[in-house]
C-alpha cells in the first residue's frame, strides 16, 4: 500500500534514550518488517508472548489486504472495478471509508479519499513524469467525496469512473489497530511504527516520556530536527521532500491538490501531528500542507483528535499550533 501523505520522516525513540538517572530500563523487544511499501517496526516492553509480534505483522498484512488501492481483490480493489454498483465490505473498510469523508467534510473536499484515478497519473518511483493536461483533466472530474455512498455494509460510487485512493488515512488507522491490538492483549508499553505513522501505547516502564524524533527536512534519514516528547498518543508526519522528482528545472512532490491533480504549492514543507489516533494525524497532517501555514492553524484547531503540531516552512521557520512539546538538538 503506497500512501501519498505520509513517509519516513519521524524515527522511534523507543529505546534507551531519555530514561531516569540511575534506573536501569528494562530492554523492550522490537523487530521490523516490510509491509504497507515501508519499514513497519513493533517496539514491546514487557514480558510478551513470543507469538505476539507475529500475530501482529500478520494482522497487519491482513488490513493491507483490505484498504490497498493496488492489491487485486482488497475491498477497495472491488469498489473501485465495481462500475459505481453498490460491494459488499468488511467492518473496517467501512470505519476508514467514513473517516475519510469525514475529513474530506472538514476541509471542504481538500482531503478528498476519491482521488485515486489522480495519483495514479504520478508516478515517484517507476516512470516519474508529469501527466499530460488531458490526463489530469480526465482524473480531476472523477473526484468528489461527496459521490461516496455508504449503506450499512456496503458502499459505492457515483461516478463508474471514480477510484478510492484510502493512502491518505489508511496506515494511521492500521496503526492504530494494530496498537489497539497489543492493548488489548495486556501490553502496557509499546510503539507502534509504521513508516513514520508512529502510535504510542502506554507508558515506558521507567515512567520518562516517549521521544519521537522529527527528521530535518531534505536532510539525510537520520538527521534529526528535534524531538517531541509525547504520551499516550499519536505522532504523524508529512513532507514534500520524500517522493519528488524535477522535470525541466521544476520539483513536483507528492502532495497532490484534488481539484488541479498537481502538486500543491505550500510554504510547509513539512508537518508533524500529535493526535488522538494515528488516522487523525495522517489526514491532518496532509491538510496542514495542502493549505498552508496562514490557514493551517485555524483548520487544525477544529479538528477532531488534534492536540498539536510543528510546522516546518521553508523558509526554515518552525510554526508551533496547540499542545507539543518540542524540543531542538543541540
Not at 501523505?5 to 538517572?21: D, K, P, R, Y
Not at 511504527?193 to 502510535?199: E, H, K
Not at 505522532?235 to 522528482?245: A, K, L, N, P
Request: glycine share 12%.
Amino acid at each position: 500500500m503506497r500512501r501519498y501523505s505520509v513517509f519516513i520522516v519521524i524515527l522511534a525513540l523507543a529505546a534507551g534514550v531519555g530514561g531516569c538517572a540511575g534506573k536501569q530500563q528494562e530492554a523492550p523487544v522490537s523487530e521490523t518488517r516490510i509491509l504497507l511499501d515501508t519499514y513497519c517496526t513493533l517496539t514491546v516492553y514487557g514480558t510478551i508472548d513470543p507469538a505476539l509480534l507475529e500475530e501482529a505483522f500478520s494482522l497487519c498484512a491482513e488490513y493491507e489486504a483490505m484498504l490497498s488501492m493496488r492489491l487485486e481483490g482488497s475491498d477497495v480493489w472491488r469498489i473501485n472495478h465495481a462500475g459505481g454498483a453498490a460491494v459488499t465490505v468488511a467492518p473496517e473498510t467501512i470505519e476508514v471509508i467514513k473517516a475519510g469523508l469525514v475529513f474530506g467534510g472538514l476541509s471542504a473536499g481538500l482531503f478528498d479519499i476519491t482521488i485515486g484515478r489522480v495519483s495514479t497519473l504520478w508516478d515517484f518511483t517507476n516512470d516519474p513524469h508529469v501527466p499530460s493536461r488531458t490526463e489530469l483533466e480526465q482524473a480531476r472530474a472523477t473526484v468528489d467525496y461527496r459521490d461516496v455512498v455508504v449503506d450499512g455494509d456496503t458502499v459505492r460510487l457515483k461516478s463508474d469512473e471514480a477510484w478510492l485512493d484510502l493512502g491518505g488515512i489508511a496506515k494511521g488507522y492500521i496503526a492504530d489497530r494494530l496498537a489497539a491490538f497489543l492493548k488489548e492483549r495486556g501490553v502496557t508499553g509499546a510503539v507502534v511504527d509504521l513508516g513514520g505513522d508512529v502510535a504510542i501505547v502506554g507508558a515506558k516502564p521507567d515512567g520518562s516520556p516517549w521521544l519521537i524524533g522529527v527528521r530535518r527536512p531534505f536532510g539525510a534519514r537520520n538527521e534529526l530536527l528535534g524531538i517531541i516528547e509525547a504520551g499516550e498518543a499519536s505522532v504523524v508526519s508529512s513532507g514534500i521532500y520524500e517522493r519528488q522528482f524535477i522535470e525541466d528545472g521544476v520539483i513536483y512532490h507528492h502532495i497532490l491538490y484534488p481539484n488541479t491533480g498537481m502538486p500543491a504549492e505550500t510554504d510547509v514543507v513539512g508537518a508533524t501531528l500529535v493526535a488522538e489516533n494515528s488516522a487523525a494525524g495522517d489526514a491532518l497532517s496532509t491538510m496542514a500542507l495542502l493549505v498552508g501555514s496562514d490557514r493551517a492553524p485555524d483548520l487544525l484547531g477544529a479538528a477532531p483528535g488534534f492536540i498539536g503540531a510543528l510546522l516546518m516552512l521553508e523558509n526554515g521557520e518552525l510554526l508551533r499550533i496547540g499542545d507539543i512539546i518540542y524540543r531542538e538538538m543541540e
